[in-house]
Structures are given as structure tokens and as C-alpha cells.
């Protein structure tokens, strides 16, 4: 294009000089006619400039035109980019409203269990003063008794010394009760404590974008709560030899601290679980599921044995629940939480069978305050990828939606799938997550399991 210019910027200056020698000529010679001829070369050389320039100002404005366009598709993807990051951002800033006012109303309820506590531990101040008046009174009400008996032996005790015993009991038993509730109230209180510590965590956190969709209802639905069975065995779960049996046993010796700790059932080899310790019982631990640090689509010999880190995430193992659960009855408890921190529970009575069953399971509901979502009265089967013991199905469930699991058919609830955060696109990834499916409900994407068992014949205990 630039060449086109300068053509055009010289192309009158060689007409014009051209002129002028035409002109010059006049003087020297007689005038000639002009040709017409000589003018079109003029024109020519004048048009070909202007289609070199024609064609310079067409790439010009192609290239200008692609230019544009560029510069439009990036102003695009910005818009885009933009009008997401405010979504997220209203997102974020609904979340922290709601932690926010979750915080106050903790702290209001932490102030509340406070005052409470404080309240109790005057009131035992008190009885322990009283019941400490009430044994001087007793003490010397017994020397003069002992007095009375030592002089007159055929005197039986007073109705007011045998009062007064009585009285002295029964406050022994309520300061008891009250010691208890005391460290109930204080159990409570670490508890608020700690959701207090991880709420004001979670605020600061800049990066809390926990996607919610698949969440527990926010209603809470009314726990349901049916009487337990009979205990049907004779075999009353103690220690053996000295080795505790399961996680009951250890906590009747006295410990209160949750942690491993090593078990021998009757008829097996002695080996570690953890113990997740409770206000009034200690549970047996046999799933716990909390990062997706470890990948449970494994063996039938990995669920067999066991996997993982009793620390950590780790499932038990199939022989070690089957050598507890066959001691005497027990209660399975499944404690789940969603990608919105709501936590809920159900428990059932239930049997194991044997290896030869495939671990059978059999379970029948007893509380809980989540839709039930595992066939009641029914044998399911233990199947995983490599061993398909479910025979309703032309394909292998594990294989299909990973981990090993109880089936009955496809799409039912699995505790042990992959560890799907809430954000997943496609039915099929989901699926293959680790969800709850009630059973004449929708399902909710787990964040955290756990599986717990203690025995349901709790006086065996004692």
C-alpha cells in the first residue's frame, strides 16, 4: 500500500514534466498535432496504481476486520469470566451470612449451657455442704446410738436414725445424677466449643466454595425410634482372658478416650480397632471416611482383610466384623454428613453372615433421623469389582459404580464409592460417589461416613 502512495505522490510530477517538454518544444519546433495515444499510457500507468492501492486498502481492511474480531471473542470470554465470578461471589457471600448468624446463635447457646453448668455446680456446692452437715448429725447420732445399745442392747435403732440414713442416701444418689448431667453439660459444651472454632475457620477462609447441591433437607426431620428385639444369645461379650472382646468391653474397664486399641472376639486372633468413645458406651468402628485420601474401589481379599489407616480413612474388614457380630446382637450405626456440614444418623440391629454367604447382611431399622435407604428383611450380598455376588443384574455393579458394597440392584445407596465433591457434572460420575439414596426419596451426595457397631444387650456389661 505504502508503494501505491508513492506512486500516485510521483505520478503528477512526471505528467507535469512531461507537459513541460511538450510545451518547451513549442519554441523549436512548429506545433504538433496531440496524440491521443500518448494519454493513455498515462491512464494506464495512473490505473494500475490505483488497483495496487484498491488491493492494499482490501488486505488492510481484512486484516483490521480479523483484528476486531479478536479483540471481540476476548471481550466475550471477560464478560463471561466476569458474570461468573460475581455468581460466585453472591454465593460466597450467602454462605457467610448463613455461618455468621449459625455462629451467633452457637455462642448464644454456649453462653446458655454456661450459665447452666455454672448454675449446677452451686447447687452441688450446696448439697455437698448439706450432705456434709447431715453426716456430722449422723456421726453423732451413731456414738449415741452406740452409746444407747452399749447400755441397753435390746433397744433397737431409732426410726429417726433410719430416717436420717435414708435421707443421706438418696442425696448421695441425686448429687450422683447431678455429677453426671454436669459432665454431660460439659461434653456439650466442648462440642459447641469446637463447631464455634471450625464456623469462624470457615469464614475466613477466602477459598470456602463448597458447592451446594446434594444436601440433607435442611428441616430435620424427627428422629424414629423403634423399640429394640430381645436378646436372642446366650453369649454375653466380656472380656476373655484377660483381652477385651470389642469396644463395650474396653470401656467398662474404664477407659473413656477414643483411639486403637487391641480386641480379641471369641474364636479369633487378636487384632487392632478403633474406638470412637461415647458419653454412656464405646463403639466399634468399622468404615470411616472423611478426605478421599484413600481409594476403596478394591479386592474382595482387600474388603476381606481390610484397608487403610484406623487413623485415617480404613475399612475393617469383612472376617474381623463377622468374628465381632457373631459374639451376640448388635446395632449397625451409619453417621453420615453432606457437602453442607448437616449431619444425620440411622441405626439398625442387624446380622453378618459368614464367609460362605458372602457376608451376607440382614438388617432391620431402629432409629434414626434420615429416610432409610438399605433394604429391611432382606439378604444383600457383599459384591466388588472383582467378585459379583449379585445375581439380578447382566453386569457387575461394583465395576460399574465402584467400591465394594451390600447390593440388592444397581443405583442404591454406596458408602464405599469414589470420593465425588458436590460440583461433579454427569449422573454417571455422581453415581459412582459415595450417596444416599432413600428409598422413596432422592439421594444426597456424602461429604463423610462412618460405620459404628456395639452390642444391643447392654446389661451384659454391666
Known sequence: MK??????FIAPFAISSRTEKDDSSFDSAPPEPKSRFAMLDDVRILANGLLQLGHGLKDFVHKTKGQMNDIFQKLNIFDKSFYQLSLQTNEIKVEEEELRKTTSRLQSNNEEIRNISLELNAK????????IQLQEKVGGLEEKVTKLVHFQPEIQEPKEITSLKNFVQQQDNHIRQLLKVVQEQHAQLDKQHNQIRELEEKISNTDFQENRESSFSLKQ???????????????????????????TAIYNRGERTSGIYS???????????????????????????????LDFNQTWENYANGFGYLNGEFW???????????????????????????????EYTFTLGSPETDYALHLSEISGNIPNALPEQTELRFSTMDRDNNTKRDF????RYSGGWWQR?????????K?????????LQRRQGIYWKSQKGRSYLIKSTKLMIHPTDLESFE
Open 409 to 417: 440392584t444397581c443405583g442404591e445407596t454406596n458408602l464405599n464409592g
Open 263 to 293: 480386641i480379641k472376639p471369641n474364636g479369633s486372633e487378636a487384632f487392632n480397632v478403633y474406638c470412637e468413645m461415647k458419653s454412656d458406651s464405646s463403639w466399634t468402628v468399622i468404615q470411616n471416611r472423611i478426605n478421599g485420601s
Open 316 to 346: 475393617l474388614g469383612l472376617e474381623k466384623i463377622y468374628s465381632i457380630a457373631k459374639q451376640a446382637d448388635y446395632i449397625l450405626r451409619i453417621e453420615l454428613e453432606d457437602w453442607k456440614d448437616n449431619e444425620r444418623y440411622v
Open 419 to 427: 470420593y465425588i465433591k458436590a460440583r461433579s457434572e454427569g449422573k
Open 221 to 247: 426431620s424427627q428422629p424414629k425410634i423403634i423399640p429394640l428385639p430381645p436378646h436372642n444369645s446366650t453369649t454375653s461379650v466380656q472380656e476373655l482372658n484377660g483381652v477385651a472382646t470389642d469396644c
Open 396 to 399: 457387575n455393579c461394583p465395576e
Open 124 to 131: 452441688i456446692e450446696d448439697l455437698l455442704q448439706d450432705k
Open 3 to 8: 508503494i501505491a502512495l508513492v506512486f500516485l
